[in-house]
């Protein structure tokens, strides 16, 4: 047997200095303890019985003594010491236990199941050293004494090997089995046994060989099994003194988990019992705490109706809502399961639809209220309507609105916009027939329709109509506006709220985590601390004060918040705490839904507007509107474009667009009542030079200033001031006649209507390019293609009516630059194109004035043929061709001279002296009068002596060059 170990400290039931319990020690270590049993190697098979909780196995309980009985070793097997070289006592034979029973013993049930899988690591951490072990042993040779151990054994395991290699194979198989027939025969070969012949001495000599035979292959098997037996019979008896140590100590430690269960039942006896009765009626009392709070609950939760119902009657849909949402969480979580309550969840939800459903029709009817209230009496908005009243109207609409968001009502905006539209179509119905009340001459009972209605009203009856829409519709838009800022206000404030509570939310979070991590860290430790070192806490008080002190933390924490919420109102602290809270994305498309409805709003009103015109234009009548009247109309339409703009931000373009369709239709009449006048003015125009009066000359000085507009008209009276017989024009004279002078007057009407309404200044530009065009073509066919004979009955187109319309387009030509800058600066960018009207309308007055001075040259021109072909140089001197040819050149100076400037006269004097020298120069040739000094020289020489004398005394031609030389032909 091992030598047995020092013993372990175990607890002591009495007690020592130190705590702890040591095992007793023997007198003396001679006295012989009794006889250990073997441990139970197997534990015991279950018996299938079924046991409670009460009969489980018990740490302290002491088992049954082991006895030869329990085991299920083969005794021979354990009791063969090889080591003995002789037996003291044989009490058994070989053959003892042969006959015992097999009985299949149960793996254990705490012992894992080994595989090779479990000795992979150690194997690949010892393969290196085995290698090397390996390559060491080749290289060191082996000692003498472990070669004679090597040897023996060697020489023992071959003498085994040879004492083995005499039994039959057949023993060596794994599948032997002597049941089978094939297997026996060979074995127990009883053929020779049953002969004919019966029993013989040969027969029984034959068995007892063979049984001798089988009994030496026992023999040397179980020889061969004690020699490995022998070899490792060190381990296996340390084994057995292994397991008498371990007993030794399971003894030992049940010893002390008796001792420990004693100590442990009366400590429960002693210190648990009373405290355990404590914490009992603290938790009933918690227990009663909690009832009484949870009847206190149910009493609130039953005055849920009556409250809801008192809020309803002060319109505090939010409170009402917050209060039903409350309600359904209470039920839900605090008070699930109440017999009583079963149905209240469902009458709340009833009730909140209901709530839903006034709201809506509260907002309808707040919306159909406040569009249609007179707009006379009541102009206000909402924030001015009876000091008293302003703020409880507000905050309605406000209450209002948030209970719409909270039950995300998102349309209720399009409830508005339907109240909108019929008070728009209500506000011209409205305009009319207050309208009416104060004319006389309209049946309204013969006349129903409205359009009609408009039609039988004089124009300044319905200019005064029109503005009464106007400023109707102004003061609608800005009660809408008024409302609908107050919805965007109240939306703002949601979103705020949402980002508010979700930031604070998110740090409240943050802080509550790290408070929690370090509250649980520290009251996990001071529970263990508290535990283990007995300080006279349970594991539940400390438990209770861990949770104490965490909730501590939280209300720290929660103390140190922002004072932001507590600056909120209530209304917004609600609605932070519904669940059905919108999302800021739809709350976004709500202001946008806002906004579109502020713009729908003004296209409204613009469109209702637009009726209003049209209807009053049906028949043309705001065609034939005098220029002052369509100004009016047209400053009134722009100024109450731009005031909805501002006001909606939006601009509108249906009412501009009718306007812009009446200012086209106006300026098509505008232009054909200027063009057909002019027509008629020049087809009445005898060409003649007119007088300039006064007010002509202050529209010409106005615009010579930089104002391209008509002048106010004075009142009629008696005017001093008299008729100028020139147009002074940038310090020159102009002759005109007085179709040019309405002219000037009927593009500056052009120009005044492209400063009262510049959207048509392109329309009028083109029709004013067509008006000189047409002054310009009808004036050259009158004057130059002899058309006044005809219309005027002029008798011939005089040098002095041909300068007069020189003069005329001249004129027309000095202003068209003026114009030009006129409509550049009205036009846009984009119109400029238009521009290049003008420079064609310059090119064509420019051609038409040089052929006026082609014509009048040309008509000196064939004086000159005629005289001079009947010329003959002859006295008397000097002769009546050049007389005649002075007296024609006389009568044409003095008919242009006060037409044209001095400049041109003699530009044109030039061209006809050039012309004159040329006939007479063709004359002479033909007359063969050459210059030699003869007496038809010199005759000639006087003839053209008493031509340039009388042309230099010509007023403005003192200065022409009258040199006479390249009329002579050369002398031969």
Known sequence: MAARHGSSPVPQPDGGRDGLLHKERGPSPALCRLARSLPDVCPKEPTGERRGLCDGPSVVAEHDPWT??????????????????????????????????????????????????????????????????????????????????????????????????????????????????????????????????????????????????????????????????????????????????????????????????????????????GPLQALRAALTRNNLVKLHNKLKLMAAVHQTQPTVQLLLSTSEFVGALELIATTKEVLQQELQGIHSFRHLGSQLCELEKLIDKMMVEDFSMYARSELNRSLREEPQVLEKVHKANSVSQKERLQSLVFGLLRQRKLDFLDIYSDEMIAAAKAIVSQCV?????????????????????????????????????????????????????????????????????????????????????????????????????????????????????????????????????SASGSREQNFMSGDMMPSDLELNQVLSTIQELLHAASDISHDRCVKVITARAKDGCLERLSLADFVGLSVAVEDFAKDTEELCGRRSVSLRGALQSQANRFVHRFHEERKTKLSLLLDNERWKQAEVPAEFQELVDSMADGRITLLARKAAGPDDRKPSEFLLVDGQKYAVVGTVLLLIRMFLEYCQCTNDIPSISPDILTRLSDLLKHFNSRSCQLVLGAGALQVVGLKTITTKNLALASRCLQLVVFYIPVIRRHFESKLQSKHFSVLRHFDHITKDYSDHIAEIWAKLVAIMDSVFEKVLSKYEVKAPMPSSCFRNVCKQMAKMHKAINDLLPEEQTQMLFVRINSSFKMHLKRQLARLCVINDGGPQHGLVVVDVAFYVENVQVLKNLDRLDLNMAEIWEQKR
């Open 68 to 273: 030869v009985y329990s085991s299920k070793v083969n005794l021979p097997a354990a009791l063969n010491d090889p080591r003995l070289a002789k037996r003291e006592v044989d009490f058994f034979t070989k053959t003892w236990g042969l006959d015992f029973a097999e009985t299949e013993v149960m793996p254990s049930f705490y012992l894992a199941n080994i595989t090779r899988e479990h000795f992979t690591s150690y194997l690949q951490d010892t393969t290196q050293r085995e290698r090397i072990h390996e390559r060491c042993k080749t290289i060191c040779p082996i000692k003498d004494d472990d070669m004679d151990a090597v040897s023996s054994i060697s020489t023992s395991q071959e003498k085994s090997r040879a004492e083995l290699e005499q039994v039959p194979k057949i023993f060596m198989r794994p599948d032997f089995a002597l049941e089978e027939p094939s297997t026996f025969s060979a074995v127990l070969p009883w053929s020779h046994f049953n002969s004919a012949s019966g029993k013989g001495s040969r027969d029984v000599a034959s068995s007892k060989l063979l049984q001798e035979k089988l009994s030496h292959y026992l023999d040397v098997v179980e020889v061969s099994i004690a020699r490995q037996i022998s070899l490792r019979s060190e381990a296996f008896f340390h084994a057995m003194s292994s397991q008498h140590e371990l007993q030794d100590r399971l003894k030992e430690t049940q010893q002390a988990v008796a001792v420990l269960r004693r100590r442990t039942a009366a400590i429960d006896r002693v210190m648990c019992q």
């Open 433 to 565: 027939a207050e309208r009416l009340l104060n004319i006389d001459d309209i049946d309204t009972e013969v006349v129903t329709k409205l359009t009609d209605q408009m039609r039988l009203m004089t124009f300044p009856q319905w200019f005064d109509l029109l503005k009464d829409v106007f400023d109707s519709f102004l003061i609608f838009l800005q009660r809408m506006k008024a409302t609908l800022s107050v919805i965007t206000v109240v939306v703002l404030e949601v979103v705020e709220s949402n980002q508010k509570a979700f930031f604070m939310e998110k740090s409240s979070f943050e802080e509550l985590g790290e408070e929690s991590t370090r509250a649980v860290s520290l009251t996990r430790g001071e529970t263990e601390l508290a535990y283990l070192t007995h300080e006279g806490l349970f594991i539940s008080d400390a438990l209770i004060e861990a949770q104490q002190h965490q909730d501590h933390a939280h209300q720290e924490t929660l103390s140190r918040r922002p004072d932001a919420d």
